[in-house]
């Protein structure tokens, strides 16, 4: 996705001008009110002259409307000028490495791994898994949240097959297990996108994820 200042300046400037044409609306819609106004107190009843109270409750409620209108205008300005500043945030996401627990494309390339082993551990198992989420390889880590490399090597040396993987740290206590928690990892934002209220990245690999889902970036090693 490619995002431009000038996209922004023209959603600034495509604001700038709904506003200024409702202004001007307004501004025609107060002296068409004017005129009725002047024209009911020129043809009202002698007999029954229109209380002044009405008059002013007419002013009052025509100012209140004016008031939201121009409320409105301002805060579809502000949204305008929000939503400008978060294309052009999100176009510095791409290209960068993002943290997540999302399943991680690999390509022969070591892949980063975060762990999150329970506390009081004294081992920790990384265990993979396929795209199909089948089981393929599990090795002893140091306990902990240090980051450790994993290779995409069979135990044999035989490479993996590159596609999507995901992983899991069982904690160990005294050798029983004592829980299994999913690891974090480390890709590419290949793309940023606005879906509805929320920002979506889409990950090396083709994995979508939300700002909410990563927690950490990274200068691409």
């Known amino acids: 996705m490619d995002v431009t200042a000038s996209q922004a300046a023209q959603t600034t400037s495509q604001t700038a001008a709904a506003s200024a044409q409702s202004a001007a609306v307004l501004s025609s819609d107060f002296e068409t009110f004017l005129q009725m106004l002047t024209a009911q107190a020129r043809y009202q009843d002698p007999l029954e002259p229109i209380d002044s109270s ?3 409750a007419q002013l009052a409620q025509f100012s209140m409307v ?13 949204s305008g000028q929000m939503g400008a500043g978060s294309i052009g945030e999100m176009a510095g996401w791409i290209g960068m490495e993002a943290r997540t627990m999302s399943p991680v494309n690999f390509d022969g390339s070591p892949v980063t791994i975060v762990p999150n082993s329970e506390p009081g551990a004294d081992q920790a198992v990384l265990i993979a898994y396929n795209a199909n989420g089948d089981e393929v390889q599990r090795r ?13 090597l069979a135990d044999d040396g035989t ?15 005294l050798g029983q297990a004592i829980g299994t928690n999913p690891a974090e990892t480390y890709s590419r934002i290949t793309e940023a996108r606005k879906q509805g209220e929320e920002t979506m990245l889409v990950l090396d690999g083709g994995v979508s994820v939300t700002t909410t889902d990563v927690t950490a970036l990274r200068e691409p090693a």
Do not use: C, H, M
């Open 54 to 56: 009405e008059y002013a």
């Open 159 to 173: 490479p993996f097959e590159a596609g999507l993987y995901s992983f899991k740290v069982e904690s160990r206590l």
């Open 66 to 78: 004016e008031q939201q209108v121009l409320s409105n205008d301002l805060l579809q300005a502000l």
């Open 140 to 152: 002893q880590i140091p306990t902990g949240a240090e980051p450790v490399e994993w290779a995409g």
